[in-house]
């Protein structure tokens, strides 16, 4: 696979913006995140503020930009990445199924992730609670599991943990009927808290408790502070400056995920703007190491 020069995850306007401008100027790019586009883009009913399209639908506009990158030649490749860690002069993106990427600089487009962790959360992130079933679910052989999910799309995850893990809960976040495997248990209560309990972790719902060995929550994004280790942040949104650059030397950020105002223009600029600051910054690395 090698290392590429720009990783860009997201791929609503900002993402696929950077991953073109990136393109244009040469950059070998590694474009991350679903191959439907985001759903933010694909479900909205009209758009009346986006330059160019005057009253497009949410198709519509999803259409154009996948039009746009295909002309490009510019492939999604379908993952979501749980981890990013810096190794100096590179980084190391975690996938599913522990796929491991490597980029000189990072472009995070993952949008904002909507709601508050839920107390208890981030304590015990890595000591019973967990953002990905494929990484973890091996963890759980014999043990149960309480699976918190988003939307439709995590069921196959909770499918594999189901092969692994003795019992497995499902609390789905969503209104669609979740389509499992007969193992998994399904439970529509609403979770409130998760805390310690000697070795097992307990979930308070709204109607009682479970004890488990673990509690897995799949959002559609993780919140920035958990995927890269080290990123400041300014409530939950990552802090940048106005090159999207982070405190991070070579990572970048862009659209919703930077702040305030949601907007799909906003976005595409931001990650033109994301892009071209990752071009210098490896323009500069280059000078640098002559
Ligand atoms: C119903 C609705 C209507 C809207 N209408 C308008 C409007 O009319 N005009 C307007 O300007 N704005 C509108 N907005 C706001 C607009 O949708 C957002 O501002 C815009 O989509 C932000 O783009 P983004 O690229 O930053 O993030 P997003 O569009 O949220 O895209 C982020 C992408 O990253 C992916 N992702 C997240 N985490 C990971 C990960 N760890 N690994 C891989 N991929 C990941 C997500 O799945 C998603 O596909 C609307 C929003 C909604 C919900």
Redesign the pocket.
């Known amino acids: 696979m090698g290392r590429y020069d720009i990783a860009v995850?997201?791929?609503?306007?900002?993402?696929?913006s950077a991953a073109i401008t990136g393109t244009v100027r040469n950059k070998k790019v590694l474009l991350?995140?679903?191959k439907?586009?985001?759903?933010?883009?694909t479900?909205?009913?009209?758009?009346?503020?986006?330059l160019g399209l005057p009253n497009a639908g949410?198709e519509e506009l999803s259409a154009a930009f996948q039009k746009h990158i295909d002309e490009m030649g510019i492939e999604i490749t379908e993952?979501?990445?749980?981890a990013i860690y810096g190794m100096g002069d590179y980084y190391v993106l975690q996938?599913g199924e522990n796929v491991m990427y490597e980029a000189t600089s990072v472009i995070l487009?993952?949008?904002?992730v909507a709601g508050k962790p839920f107390p208890g959360e981030e304590e015990n992130l890595g000591r019973g609670v967990s953002y990905c079933a494929t990484c973890d679910a091996a963890l759980y052989r014999g043990k149960n599991a309480v699976v918190i999910a988003y939307a439709p799309k995590e069921e196959p995850e909770a499918d594999f943990l189901a092969e692994m893990a003795d019992h497995v809960y499902y609390i789905p976040m969503y209104k669609e009927e979740p389509q499992l495997s007969e193992k998994i248990e399904i439970v529509r209560k609403k979770p409130v808290s998760m805390e310690r309990d000697g070795s097992k972790m307990k979930l308070v719902t709204d109607d009682g408790e479970i004890l488990t060995d673990g509690i897995f929550i799949l959002r559609?994004?993780?919140s920035p502070k958990q995927?890269v280790p080290g990123l400041v942040t300014d409530g939950p949104h990552v802090a940048v400056d106005l090159q999207m650059k982070t405190n991070l030397p070579g990572c970048f950020a862009?659209?919703?995920?930077?702040g305030t105002?949601?907007?799909?223009?906003?976005?595409?600029g931001?990650?033109n703007v994301a892009a071209l600051s990752a071009v210098s910054y490896l323009d500069e690395l280059k000078r640098r190491s002559k």
């Open positions: 995850i997201g791929t609503g306007p900002a993402g696929l991350l995140g679903s439907d586009l985001s759903l933010k883009v479900k909205a009913h009209k758009i009346a503020n986006y949410g993952d979501k990445i749980n996938g487009a993952t949008g904002v559609e994004a993780i995927l862009c659209g919703d995920i930077a105002p949601y907007q799909y223009i906003k976005a595409a931001q990650g």
